[in-house]
């Protein structure tokens, strides 16, 4: 299976670089019974300490993904403070949690721990997860999700702080995934023995497995997968569709990406899809070749049924409010949450950061005629939700347009996103 290909190449990375570093930085063993054996070098006992394999199944992890001496690898090579820009999977154990990490999941909701290849080793030659949100970028509640001796996949941007080869603080990095317990079920996600299934249907279990045996790019013919809502990336109301997360037990789990409401209806409200609902999704299973490897999905389907209650029949129009108004709104959402609802707001444009003829959308912030607030509005499209065109009246600064869109709390900075333009005056 691909994730025994995964694993496997993991440990010759970190067995050969658990070798490397020995003579300059000999690990030492944590205290109590070892998984290795003692040696003596000149005098000073030392702990050998065997690869241990972590239980990562139904992870999914890209192929891509770095383990620790890969990571210091690609931050060795930024000058310091500079960082990739790319965001990468780094996986390794919890070698130790760092003196801020309780202080900072009190205050911020997030982690700081460092990172090793070889659990125990104890090696000098570490990374740290540098205030990082727990999965699906969510604030962490509890410091003890994160323990030493967990396995985990931290995802985000890395830097090197002055030689400390780290991810990017404040959120901008998050755990994928751990073995901790506590962090799996942190979500309520929990064992979902209140699934059941009907002809046809197979869980995301099944899934994952029918996925492994295929190759980059290829897609299965259309199945059914049930399982539990475990996050909401986002419901675009603009193209009536959603992306989100499956799971089977909180662990494992698929992304569903541009699936329609049941029987291929349009999505008119985000609260149609909410975390805890179960779905049975209907969609090819798709092996995506992206930059950070392969990784499994379902894609451009559809919901067949669901256990959500939420009569579309009830849902409201767009809510008009300024600027100012939208701006305290998108404020009361979590980090990453987009409203449920579009608004209508009318405002004078300060910026235009991006005119895509070859996306057919727009970049640029409004305020209100007599405020000061401004906002973000993040890749919208033009009159009549139509892709924006060379032929189409270029937006400029002090252009008053209105907008229909949904909000969006963008890990601090509140955004207009998925929506277009309903006038333009020049």
């Known amino acids: 299976m691909k994730l025994n290909k995964i694993f496997a190449a993991f440990m010759l990375i970190a067995a ?5 570093c020995e003579e300059k930085n000999p690990p030492v063993g944590p205290d109590g019974p070892g998984n290795g ?12 300490v065997d690869p241990i394999a972590p239980d990562t199944a139904g992870w999914n992890i890209p192929a891509g993904a770095l ?6 690898e690609k931050c060795a090579a930024l000058e310091s403070g500079a960082t990739t820009g790319e965001k990468f999977y780094v996986m390794g154990w ?16 997030n982690a700081q721990f460092y990172m090793e290849d070889v659990k125990g080793a104890n090696s000098h030659d570490d990374f740290m997860a540098y205030q990082v949100y727990g999965p699906n970028g969510k604030q962490i509640t509890d410091p003890a999700v994160v323990a030493e001796g967990d396995f985990v996949v931290v995802y985000g941007e890395l830097t090197n702080y002055n030689g400390t080869f780290e991810t990017v603080g404040k959120g901008a990095a998050y755990i994928w995934k751990s073995t901790n317990p506590l962090l799996a079920n942190s979500d309520n996600s929990g064992n979902n023995t209140d699934i059941t299934y009907e002809d046809g249907e197979i869980s995301v279990a099944a899934a994952l497995e029918m996925g492994a045996n295929l190759a980059s790019g290829d897609t299965t013919d259309y199945i059914k997968v049930r399982g539990k809502v475990k996050y909401v990336k986002t419901v675009s109301l603009s193209y009536g569709n959603a992306q989100f997360y ?6 494992n789990e698929l992304y569903c990406y541009n699936i329609k409401g049941v029987d291929g209806e349009k999505f008119v409200s985000g609260e149609q899809l909410v975390e805890g609902d179960i779905v049975t999704v209907e969609a090819r299973l798709y092996n995506y070749a992206s930059a950070d490897g392969d990784l499994l999905e379902l894609i451009k389907g559809n919901l067949t049924r669901t256990t959500n209650t939420f009569d579309p029949s009830q849902a409201t129009g767009p809510k008009e409010v300024t600027v100012a108004e939208a701006y305290a709104e998108g404020s009361l959402l979590g980090q ?3 409203s449920s609802g579009q608004y209508k707001v009318t405002g004078v444009v300060t910026e235009v950061t991006e005119a895509s003829t070859s996306y057919g959308n727009l970049t640029f912030n409004i305020k209100d005629e007599d405020g000061t607030q401004e906002m973000i509005c993040y890749r919208l499209y ?5 892709k924006y065109t060379e032929d189409d009246p270029a937006l400029e600064i002090g252009d008053i347009v209105t907008i229909v869109a949904q909000i969006k709390n963008h890990y601090g900075d509140i955004e207009f996103v998925s929506g277009y333009l309903t006038e333009h005056i020049k």
């Open 16 to 20: 050969v670089a658990f070798t490397a």
């Open 37 to 48: 054996q003692d040696t003596t070098q000149n005098g000073d006992t030392t702990q050998v």
């Open 67 to 72: 383990t620790v001496a890969q990571a210091r």
């Open 94 to 109: 919890v070698k130790k949690i760092h003196s801020k990490h309780a202080d900072g999941v009190a205050k911020f909701g």
């Open 246 to 251: 499956i799971t089977d037990d909180g662990n």
């Open 336 to 338: 990453g949450e987009t």
């Open 382 to 386: 033009y009159l009549e939700n139509k």
